[in-house]
C-alpha cells in the first residue's frame, strides 16, 4: 500500500437550527466494516501518538472536537494532513507508517479499524517497517 491511497473522506452533515450531526454506516461512508473503535482525549500539545504502522488493519482517523496533524509514510513519500473538523475523516489504508501530533487543547480524537486489536499485526520500528515495505 502506500500513501497516495490515504485520502480525506467527507462525511455526511446534517444540521438544523438544532446543531449538526454527523455519522458513518461501514461500507457506506469507509471503505471497510468497522470492527473496532477507540478514542484518544487529554493528550498533551507537546506529545505524539502513533509512531507505527499496520500490516493489514485499516482506520480512519475523525477529529472530533480541536484539531491535529497526521503524517503519513509508506517508506518513499511523506504526505502531512490537517484534521480539525468532525465531519472529515482521514484514511489511512495498510502498511503506512502514521504519526499524530500538534494536538490542540481539548482534541477528541476517533478512529474506527477494520480489525480488533491484535499486537502482530503491528510494526512499531521505523527502520524494520522500511524494510518490510520495500522487500514486498
Known amino acids: 500500500m502506500c500513501v497516495a491511497l490515504a485520502r480525506i473522506i467527507e462525511l455526511p452533515r446534517l444540521e438544523d437550527e438544532r446543531g449538526a450531526l454527523s455519522l458513518i454506516e461501514a461500507e457506506a461512508h469507509v471503505p471497510f466494516e468497522i470492527r473496532r473503535l477507540y478514542w484518544l482525549y487529554g493528550v498533551p500539545e507537546s506529545a505524539s501518538r502513533g509512531a507505527h504502522a499496520h500490516r493489514e488493519l485499516e482506520q480512519v482517523v475523525i477529529a472530533l472536537s480541536g484539531g491535529l496533524s ?11 494532513f490537517e484534521l480539525n473538523r468532525p465531519d472529515r475523516g482521514l484514511y489511512v489504508p495498510p502498511r503506512v507508517w502514521r504519526e499524530l501530533f500538534a494536538f490542540l487543547p481539548g482534541t477528541v480524537c476517533l478512529v474506527a479499524a477494520s480489525e480488533v486489536y491484535r499486537e502482530a499485526d503491528y510494526i512499531r520500528d521505523y527502520a524494520a517497517f522500511t524494510r518490510e515495505v520495500t522487500a514486498a
Open 70 to 80: 497526521i503524517v503519513l509514510d509508506d517508506g518513499a513519500v511523506r504526505r502531512t
